[in-house]
């Protein structure tokens, strides 16, 4: 249990003689301070009882407001048992108001991840938080089509603030850590249901971009009741409110057919279509490498005929033997390592080696650059379906069917867990399915 205390802090004494009282929490050598808003000098203070003295006209009045902190504080620390921290004591006495917003805690979070060097993560989530303060700001009144090109004329000028370094990334972040307009109290099932609305309405997102901002809520939502921002008895996740489920769309690859138009077609050298078949070639090659990775892999990740491959989404390391095919495109590339600067692919060749944010600025380029390209490769192959980055991992999946064992693909993949291969993998084995409709139906 937390040792619990009522202090006058010195060390923040204002100019008048007078400094603040304190509640004092303290366990595990962590200790939370929550300021009751009273001020008193040092004269007028017991530091042994813990209580104003009588020399002050208000002493009665005062020790009785503080004793009465004193006890919400003890009650706070008993009913949680020993599972309390310091700062959840201090969070859970500031009470509804006093909490951080929602949009706080989403900063904070936000700004760790970014810190962390996780970009991608990091700004996918800041975009959710523009995505509910446009929500919050929603003019009903307004026709549908003068909301949504609104809310498109917004983005536009903040990306192109971005770009002009007129509002930085950590700009955007700062913004909304002091935005108390969303408290978690607030958040409640009819709020994710207005939510879910507006998302698939107004911002015309799919089904699981939606289900990725509600994991987003629910990840946030655990950590404040952690915290002790907010009780739990709001959480609207818990028992048979609000329910997340995530969807499984078809995952569809090419055939082995369709990879041999990609190989055949005849392009240009040198131009931008002809780099893209190239990168998208290698990443199916070797088991269908995330192309973000395959942009920035660079030579010294070859060695002794092997590539030695850490997956950039989970860390997690892989040594592959360089397929015939794979060596054939690498080959070509290695004429100009220098001119690269050491990368495979020239995507990178500018970018500066210390500096995590503008690699991953260019790499995201490249692979918006690549999505453009691949559906001209598709037309020109005549292939009819959506050909895009991550098809490549995809049409591995397809063509391995049940030939490989799920261990080594589950290896191949990278996957942490066994079942996530056999979900995955169960998109492409039809087999077994086909010849029970056809013993139904060709009789």
């Known amino acids: ?118 970009f991608s993560v990091a700004k996918s989530e800041l975009s959710i938080l523009y995505n509910l303060e446009e929500f919050l700001n929603l003019k009903t009144a307004l026709d549908k089509a003068t909301i949504i090109n609104d809310i498109r004329e917004r983005r536009k000028k903040r990306i192109s603030k971005g770009r002009k370094s007129e509002n930085s990334f950590i700009d955007s972040v700062q913004y909304f850590k002091k935005n108390k307009t969303l408290r978690f109290q607030d958040i409640n099932e009819r709020f994710i249901e207005r939510y879910k609305t507006f998302c698939k309405a107004d911002l015309g997102q799919k089904t699981r971009t939606i289900t990725n901002q509600l994991i987003f809520i629910r990840t946030l939502f655990n950590l404040a009741i952690k915290e002790g921002v907010v009780d739990s008895k709001y959480y ?131 692979t918006k650059l690549f999505n453009k390209y691949l559906k001209r490769i598709s037309e020109q192959c005549k292939i ?5 980055n991550h098809i490549a991992r995809h049409s591995f999946g397809n063509i391995a069917g ?4 799920p261990l080594m693909l589950q290896k191949l993949y990278r996957h942490s867990d066994l079942k996530t291969t056999l979900n995955y993998q169960a998109n492409f084995i039809h087999k077994d399915a086909d010849d029970a409709l056809d013993s139904v139906i060709n009789f």
């Open 1 to 118: 249990m937390a040792a619990i205390k009522i202090v006058r802090r010195k060390n923040k004494q204002k100019r008048d003689g007078t400094a603040p009282l304190a509640v004092r929490i303290s366990k595990d050598y962590k200790t939370n301070y929550f300021f009751t808003g009273l001020y008193v000098l040092e004269k007028d203070w017991d530091n042994v009882t813990g209580k104003v003295k009588s020399s002050h006209p208000n002493s009665k009045k005062l020790n009785n407001f503080l004793m009465k902190k004193l006890i919400e504080a003890n009650d706070v620390s008993f009913n949680s048992k020993d599972s309390v921290t310091p700062k959840q004591v201090k969070q859970k006495l500031k009470g509804a108001r006093g909490s951080k917003s929602f949009f706080a805690v989403a900063s904070d979070r936000i700004k760790s991840k970014y810190e962390r060097g996780t």
């Open 236 to 366: 609207p996740f818990a028992g048979d409110k609000e329910k997340i489920r995530i969807g499984s769309g078809h995952k569809i690859g090419l055939t082995i057919e369709e990879i041999e138009r990609v190989e055949d077609l005849d392009l240009e050298k040198g131009t931008s279509i002809w780099h893209t078949r190239n990168v998208w070639l290698v990443a199916f090659y070797f088991a269908g490498i995330r192309i973000s990775d395959i942009v920035q892999l660079k030579w010294t990740d070859f060695k002794d005929n092997r590539l030695f491959y850490v997956m950039n989404k989970n860390e997690k390391p892989l040594s592959l033997k360089i397929p015939d095919k794979a060596k054939t495109i690498l080959d070509i590339y290695k004429k100009e390592k220098r001119i690269n600067n050491g990368f495979v692919f020239p995507f990178l060749k500018d970018a500066e080696a210390k500096n995590a944010e503008g690699i991953f600025i260019k790499t995201r380029n490249a």
């Open 384 to 388: 009819e379906k959506n050909l895009s």
């Open 402 to 405: 049940d030939k490989i064992h």
